[in-house]
């Protein structure tokens, strides 16, 4: 086995609120390790703290606490030049499209201007190099002359795609790429993820709230909530047989496309929203909304263990919870 | 199915006067619902399903827009309707709610104001009562202390919330239609379950028909009885949701539900619907989906009309012998 690109040990990202006398603890002590070539998805709702996640990778981010390590190394221990040097190699794409974008320049523009921040080859290189990656994200030459507003969403994300493989980063964190477009536009770029990480060799760090994007392109799948990892493991185990309550419930959350007869019945319905992260529920973070939730979670926080080879869940009742069906009946009179 | 629909649209056009010319938005779409029913309009960004919504309730600038067609509401052309008679249908019969709550919602008024607002312009109660009936609306759809709310600002609520206050104002009046314009995009999906299940539950206790503009065809599937699928601003298929998730008739619905992922195994290649929605300014006369459409012939460059197909509506010649997939897998479509 090859050593992990990207090695994130009980990380902590915490900002101080606006008045300064609380804080928000966005990233509250999280560990994984991203393999190379591999797709690790995050899954959580608003204010779970992916993005912050996602911005940490990329040192958009200083951790308060805790370490992440691109390549084994600990960028803060470079010295600043290095430190440009190496972060190339791990590039971020943004959900909005158009904030992306400078609307002043010309697509090419915009797609060569990382590679003039580095200021690597010729300018002509630096053009030829744009002018193939435009092509290469599947949009013909004339678009490179084009600006921003005449290009769609999908087209727009795809030129944002073109912009960091200029740079041939190693990995690409993707905070909601597809979260602004719309279902058939959705497939093609996601198709057009799946080939360039076989041609590139990417290694993608896919951050959504979309459970059947994050399930369709990732191998392995954390979940995320209230700045912690409920669950982690196999794309196909967790969507399969999750393990955490939360898991649980955000599956069964999601509209499933199907005639009535074929749809389960049971509904995990939550109870009110994520609480605030100043000041987050004591024990297991989830309990406030858990519909199991006993004594015990308010009490003891649960420790993250490895539930199964591969499978890494924080519950103190993760594998009882699953082992039986759950009844919408009895779920909801539980939760009322 | 009772007689008379609630609301019946005939031939609704919908044309924008721009730098001298115009360009048709919408074109002969017609649907009705009946009461109490649950329609759901489902189509890609610029199909032309939001403005249809605004245009029944006369929200499109009537300076530089064109309304043709008609769409009848217990007995009353909604199109054209004089502003002082829309103004007793707004919110009294048909009442709307919007994707974005923040900016839906005035940041400057507090949330009991906006209810109390409807309540005093369609009743005539005192402010006393319409207080009363404002929290009563707001304890209705789910809010905890919904006294507190009722003097709070929007910008103190959250995403959830702001919504069910919003769904509270548009139900407060008990209103005989509510048109929902993608009122759980910007949710949470744990949240949108919360919202969905208060919907339905709403609609079905105040007997409030239901015409849901959305994107998401699993909202359609879990909330709707009935599907109607625009493509660049005609309506394409209009059939029982159960029956187009199973078998749809047009080439664009049936690309619309392959395309999600769940029906691709996991890192497989999506089906996609190549190409994009043609621009307003150059709307094909034949088939508006030919240029993108897998069964396209020749005979797709006439005009199509939109005719009865199987219990479906289908704007497509070839309905009789096109076998398109629809939602299922494989696996579920054998079984």
Not at chain 1, 51 to 77: H, N, W
Not at chain 1, 91 to 97: A, K, T
Not at chain 2, 193 to 206: G, N, P, R, V, Y
């Amino acid at each position: 086995m090859s050593a992990p690109i990207v090695s994130v040990a009980d990380l902590r990202i915490h900002f101080p609120t606006q008045d300064r006398r609380e804080t928000v603890k966005a990233v509250d002590g999280v560990s994984f390790d991203v393999m190379p070539g591999e797709t690790f998805g995050i899954i959580g709702e608003s204010g779970s703290g992916k993005s912050t996640l996602g911005r940490a990778v990329v040192c958009l981010l200083k951790p308060t606490e805790g370490q992440v390590k691109l390549g084994g190394i600990d960028p803060y221990s470079l010295p600043s030049a290095e430190l440009r040097r190496r972060r190339r190699a791990f590039q971020i794409i943004f959900q909005d499209p158009n904030a992306a974008l400078n609307p002043r320049m010309s697509v090419l523009d915009s797609i060569r201007e990382p590679l003039d921040i580095i200021g690597e080859g010729s300018r002509a290189e630096r053009a030829r190099i744009a002018q193939e990656m435009l092509e290469r994200v599947g949009l013909r030459p004339e678009f490179g002359l084009r600006y921003p507003h005449e290009l769609s969403g999908g087209q727009k994300q795809r030129i944002n795609i073109a912009r960091v493989l200029t740079v041939r980063p190693s990995v690409i964190v993707c905070d909601e790429v597809v979260a602004a477009l719309d279902v058939s536009i959705r497939a093609d770029i996601l198709n057009l993820f799946a080939e360039l990480q076989r041609e590139f060799g990417l290694t993608y760090l896919f951050i959504t709230h979309d459970l059947g994007v994050v399930s369709h392109v990732s191998s392995r799948i954390a979940v995320m909530y209230l700045g912690k990892f409920m669950e982690l493991g196999p794309a196909e185990e967790i969507a399969e047989r999750p393990l955490h309550p939360y898991t649980q419930a955000l599956l069964s959350a999601e509209p499933i496309p199907l005639p009535s007869s074929m749809r389960a019945t049971r509904r995990i319905i939550l109870q009110g929203e994520i609480p605030s992260p100043t000041n987050p529920p004591s024990g297991c973070r989830f309990r406030t909304r858990c519909p199991f939730a006993q004594a015990v979670c308010a009490s003891e926080m649960p420790e993250w263990r490895e539930a199964a080879p591969g499978r890494f869940v924080a519950c103190h009742f993760a594998g009882e919870v699953t082992g039986h069906p759950i009844d919408a009946n009895t779920t909801k009179e539980a939760i009322a | 199915m009772s007689d008379a629909p609630l609301l019946d649209v005939r031939g609704l056009g919908i044309s924008f006067l721009i730098g001298g010319g115009s360009v048709h938005a919408t074109q002969d779409v017609s649907f009705s619902v009946q009461p109490g029913e649950r329609v759901g309009i489902v189509g890609e960004s610029g199909c032309g399903k939001t403005i249809t919504g605004l245009s029944l309730l006369g929200l499109l600038p009537r300076a530089t827009t064109h309304v043709a067609g008609q769409a009848m509401f217990e007995g009353e052309n909604l199109v054209g309707l004089p502003l002082s008679r829309m103004r007793h249908v707004r919110g009294r019969k048909i009442s709307m709610i919007f994707q974005e709550p923040m900016s839906a919602l005035d940041p400057v008024f507090t949330i009991g104001q906006q209810i109390g607002e409807t309540i005093l312009t369609h009743f005539k109660v005192d402010k006393k009562q319409a207080r009363e009936r404002a929290i009563e609306a707001l304890a209705s759809v789910g809010i905890p202390s919904p006294a507190r709310v009722h003097d709070s600002y929007p910008h103190q609520l959250s995403g959830g919330m702001r919504q069910r206050a919003m769904i509270a104002i548009a139900l407060v009046c008990e209103p005989k239609l509510l048109i929902a314009d993608e009122p759980t995009t910007a949710l949470d999906v744990t949240i949108q379950a919360q919202i969905i299940d208060l919907l339905m539950e709403l609609s079905a206790k105040q007997g409030t028909a239901l015409l849901f503009i959305t994107h998401d065809l699993g909202v359609i599937a879990e909330t709707c009885t009935r599907m109607i699928t625009m493509y660049a601003g005609q309506v394409v298929e209009d059939a029982p949701v159960d029956s187009a998730l199973v078998r749809p008739r047009h080439p664009y619905t049936s690309g619309l539900l392959r395309s999600l992922p769940r029906l691709s195994a996991r890192g497989a290649v999506l089906p996609s619907i190549a190409g994009r929605v043609p621009t307003l300014r150059d709307m094909p006369t034949g088939c508006r989906f030919a240029e993108r459409c897998a069964h396209r012939q020749e005979a797709c460059a006439a005009p199509q009309v939109i005719e009865p197909a199987g219990g479906h509506l289908v704007r497509c010649w070839r309905h009789g012998e096109l076998v398109l997939p629809g939602a299922l897998t494989d696996r579920e479509a054998a079984a």
